[in-house]
């Protein structure tokens, strides 16, 4: 099969396609034939050598939809359209820049039930589960509550606030770039600020008594004030790291964090294991009201298999505006 292979760190153009086997699926794994897939900031991570060592070629790439080649087990049936995400792509096995991928059974979902077409699926694995086990796990969103989303322009600030619009909640979302302000309202935020990096009293002006929840896109150099636009046992899950490593200095805990907020990091490497499993998760529903038009899509522009580059330079150019996908 044909794949994406980095064999030492760089930029994009280390991004070489190669011929190399497909893995033969185990009894607890399932061979998927690639149809497409996102793009995501970790995978520019890995190939920027900022996830360890590249010391064996990699193949990168943490989510895919396409349809079943073989699954060992007899579970999933030859042909059938699924999604896949995390289950160790890209770290301690191969990644979905390819044109098959073998990946845990427990990191698989059926998508059998929908219209929608292959580069509209690929939108959803990666950002919508981790806006569903950041919303729905650590926050436990409730209708009726205001959600901030800091970092709204990313995919997954986007898939935040479609979700929690379709959940019935009021979205707060930010945005450095003015220009940006329409698309946010487009995907239907309620209210739009403009993040110059000291928001909490824009917040609060909007929210006086302080947001229910705040979903934290860019990480560790906005935390502190995005904490402070939180109400007495409100909670912030952190999910990205759009503005660097998540390190906070000199954090002090009865200074910073205000009383009862809760604090958390979601992981997206738990989705698929027993703390997480993916039987519960809302991609079947999502591809539903998406096909209906009841959720609009984040989807921005799709690229050829041999567009890869140009695709990982677009992204890094913070000019997407929503997610980016490689159809095959």
Request: hydrophobic share 45%.
């Amino acid at each position: 099969m044909k794949a994406y292979v980095i064999e030492q760190p760089g930029g994009p153009q280390v991004l070489q396609l190669r011929d190399i086997p497909s893995p033969e699926p185990t009894s607890d794994e399932v061979q998927i034939r690639v149809r497409a897939f996102g793009l995501n900031r970790a995978e520019t991570y890995l190939r920027a050598g900022k996830m360890g060592e590249i010391n064996a070629p990699r193949v990168p790439g943490i989510e895919a939809v396409g349809e079943v080649i073989h699954d060992p087990a007899g579970i999933l049936r030859t042909g059938q359209r699924v999604a896949t995400a995390m289950g160790g792509m890209q770290f301690s096995r191969n990644g979905s820049y390819a044109e098959q991928v073998t990946v845990l059974r427990s990191n698989v979902i059926s998508l059998d039930d929908t219209s929608l077409s292959w580069e509209e699926l690929a939108t959803l694995p990666q950002a919508y589960l981790t806006v569903w086990g950041a919303l729905d796990k650590s926050l436990a969103i409730q209708k009726g509550q205001t959600l901030l989303v800091r970092g709204g322009t990313s995919s997954v600030g986007l898939a935040a606030i479609t979700y929690a619009k379709s959940r019935g909640l009021t979205v707060i979302a930010t945005t450095r770039t003015a220009t940006n302000i329409q698309r946010l309202y487009d995907m239907g935020t309620d209210e739009v600020v403009i993040d110059n990096g000291d928001i909490a009293q824009r917040i609060r002006e909007i929210a006086p008594l302080g947001v229910d929840a705040a979903l934290e896109v860019v990480g560790a150099t906005t935390l502190r004030d995005t904490i402070k636009t939180l109400r007495p046992f409100g909670a912030v899950s952190v999910i990205g790291l759009l503005g660097g490593p998540p390190v906070m200095e000199n954090f002090h805990l009865m200074q910073d964090l205000p009383a009862g907020v809760r604090l958390n990091f979601f992981p997206s490497a738990l989705l698929g294991t027993p703390a997480l499993p993916l039987l519960a998760s809302p991609l079947p529903w999502l591809a539903k009201e998406i096909a209906a038009k009841r959720m609009p899509s984040i989807h921005t522009r799709t690229f050829a298999f041999d567009e890869v580059r140009h695709a990982h330079r677009l992204m890094e150019s913070d000019r997407a505006l929503g997610k980016l996908v490689v159809l095959l």
